[in-house]
């Protein structure tokens, strides 16, 4: 593991141990070793942090392209070898993506693009289903919740050359769903935007479902 990674790695768990009570994770036997695409919903900034923490290979996440221009953050990001996602550019970033995977590493990727802040998942960008017919590595779904009562809006301004508002999570628990691995029924010669469109509408499907699976979890729990 490289040093970069690590560094941002121990950030991430220092977040973790200093500001979220817990985190309850179901459904860790569906993570198989080796290459794999991590498909999750994306409601606050926090969801990312705590991916790298739930396997062991290396993480590589599909981030926007001017998220790496921020001073401090992007430089590590940077030296950590995440996958900056240029608009226009989205084939270059899947090709690194690609040899991402063939080196054995994970790719997370959050296909709404953009944070949902909790309510109704976006549509889907169709980057996760085209990398895992490409690659031949299985979607793994992953449905992420925090309780309202623990997540902190904060903005930013200038990221993306917009304000840019997001959730941080404080306290409370963080309840994480695993789906099992699910790889796309379709063949190179057959691809098309009708069906590329189809197997994404399924895949972030089973995410709603594990989204829901962890709310009624958290329901449940007496925080």
């Known amino acids: 593991m490289d040093t970069w990674?690590?560094?941002?790695?121990?950030?991430?768990?220092?977040y973790i141990t200093l500001f979220i009570k817990s985190i309850q994770i179901e459904g860790s036997r569906w993570l198989p070793a080796g290459p794999k695409i991590i498909v999750a919903n994306h409601a606050n900034v926090t969801d990312g942090f705590l991916l790298p923490l739930i396997t062991q290979e290396k993480v590589h996440f599909l981030i926007q392209r001017d998220t790496f221009d921020l001073p401090i953050l992007g430089r590590m990001l940077k030296m950590a070898d995440q996958i900056p996602v240029a608009v226009g550019q989205g084939r270059q970033a899947l090709d690194t993506a690609l040899e991402k995977l063939a080196?054995?590493?994970?790719?997370?990727?959050?296909?709404?693009?953009?944070?949902?802040?909790?309510?109704?998942?976006?549509?889907?960008g169709a980057g996760a289903t085209l990398l895992s017919i490409e690659s031949g590595a299985p979607l793994v779904p992953v449905g992420f919740y925090v309780p309202p009562k623990f997540v902190r809006l904060f903005?930013?301004?200038?990221?993306?050359?917009?304000?840019a508002s997001g959730g941080w999570q404080f306290g409370g628990k963080c309840f994480v769903h695993i789906g099992e691995p699910w790889y796309p029924n379709l063949i190179q010669e057959n691809i098309n935007y009708r069906k590329i469109r189809e197997l994404t509408d399924t895949v972030m499907t089973r995410v709603g479902n594990l989204v829901n699976q962890a709310k009624e979890s958290a329901s449940s729990t007496f925080d």
């Open 155 to 163: 903005q930013v301004d200038g990221l993306h050359n917009r304000k």
């Open 5 to 14: 990674y690590t560094l941002a790695k121990g950030i991430a768990r220092g």
């Open 103 to 124: 080196m054995g590493n994970v790719v997370a990727i959050f296909p709404e693009g953009q944070l949902n802040h909790g309510k109704e998942m976006r549509r889907a």
